[in-house]
């Protein structure tokens, strides 16, 4: 609606004050004005169908021109609609459309013996269509710049939400799956072992409780960090690699650690802690009957190397899960990488992640 009754009311005022200074002319009557009022209606659909819009309102601003009215500012009008249809339709088809428009009205000029040659009107018609297919480009180039824009940030929230989600998978995974291994594996002890030995039945329902409470502290500690938003709190660390090791002793597995992972940045210290964790869960949980597993750490060339390998039977290539999935992501994060493949006397599941400013 502005796009009709904006052009249309000073187009009407200017050319009602222009009337009493042109001699020679019709008077601007009820017809004049209706005429006037006519050529501005199409700009009301000039939106959703921008190239008749303009041939209806530049068919009757010329008539209007040709007429015996008054003259006035009614090229507005045109120039409305030439501006839209270039902004929704670009120039190439503005630039033709507007370019017939003219010739024709330019014709019907000459048909009835004018000279547009000699007034100038031909170079102002040239100047005119330039300036608004120029200034209709540039509007059209900047709303496709904008709409670029937030397209490319609601792409990138989106992006960011994915990888917090997954963020957020792996950390209650994480702080989750090891524990729970440890559980089941006690509470499957006490179960055997419960009729002929209860004083082990004891000690194995006391590891549940510890390892559940252990399980329920952190998890509540991971929900209540992410839900204030303000980081993941206290870093895991391979610093507290003895208490993962425990923690697999107490399954009843032997675990052997050779070398030192020494001081690392934390992303790596806490990409390092969750991997050799998730190994050390994976063993628990899906090794057949091992008996031992050996942990091997160092630096070479500027990169950690974890390395988990255990003894259990029958080892076969690992089916992608949730927990393979962590290990590659974090390692994948930093730039490193993770391989979990069977050996000749088990499993193995070897990291290498890049310690910044080392080579």
């Not at 994948?332 to 391989?339: D, F, N, Q, S």
């Amino acid at each position: 609606m502005l796009l009709t009754v904006v052009p249309l009311v000073p187009v009407l005022a200017i050319t009602t004050v222009a009337a009493h200074f042109q001699s020679g002319h019709h008077p601007l009557d009820f017809l004049g004005y209706a005429w006037l009022v006519l050529a501005t209606l199409p700009l009301l659909f000039s939106r959703r169908f921008p190239l008749p819009a303009f041939v209806v309102v530049a068919a009757l601003t010329w008539t209007y021109y040709l007429s015996d009215y008054p003259g006035g500012p009614a090229v507005v009008l045109p120039t409305v609609a030439l501006f839209t249809l270039t902004r929704l339709r670009g120039p190439l088809q503005a630039g033709i459309a507007g370019t017939v428009m003219i010739l024709a009205g330019l014709g019907a000029y000459l048909a009835m013996g004018g000279d547009f040659l000699l007034d100038g009107r031909a170079a102002f018609f040239l100047v005119w269509l330039s300036a608004v297919l120029g200034i209709g480009t540039a509007v059209r180039n900047r709303v496709a710049a904008n709409r670029a824009a937030r397209d490319s940030a609601a792409e990138h929230q989106r992006r960011m939400a994915e990888l917090e989600r997954l963020r957020i998978a792996r950390e209650v995974h994480d702080v989750v799956a090891h524990s729970l291994a440890m559980i089941n594996v006690q509470a499957g002890v006490a179960a055997h072992v419960a009729d002929r030995r209860p004083e082990q039945a004891v000690e194995a329902l006391l590891a549940i409780k510890e390892a559940s409470a252990s399980a329920l502290a952190d998890l509540r500690a991971t929900v209540t960090v992410l839900r204030s938003g303000q980081g993941l709190g206290p870093a895991p660390s391979l610093r507290q690699l003895d208490e993962l090791v425990e923690h697999t002793r107490a399954a009843g597995i032997g675990v052997r650690v050779h070398g030192s992972p020494g001081e690392l940045p934390a992303p790596v210290d806490a990409a390092a802690y969750r991997i050799l964790q998730e190994s050390l869960t994976n063993v628990v949980r899906h090794a057949n009957q091992p008996t031992n597993v050996t942990i091997h750490l160092g630096r070479k060339g500027g990169r950690l190397r974890l390395t988990v390998r255990d003894n259990g039977r029958g080892a076969v290539e690992p089916k992608a899960g949730n927990g393979l999935r962590g290990m590659g992501e974090r390692a994948a994060a930093l730039g490193g990488e993770v391989t979990a493949h069977p050996v000749a006397e088990g499993f193995e599941v070897s990291a290498e992640l890049p310690i910044e400013g080392e080579r």
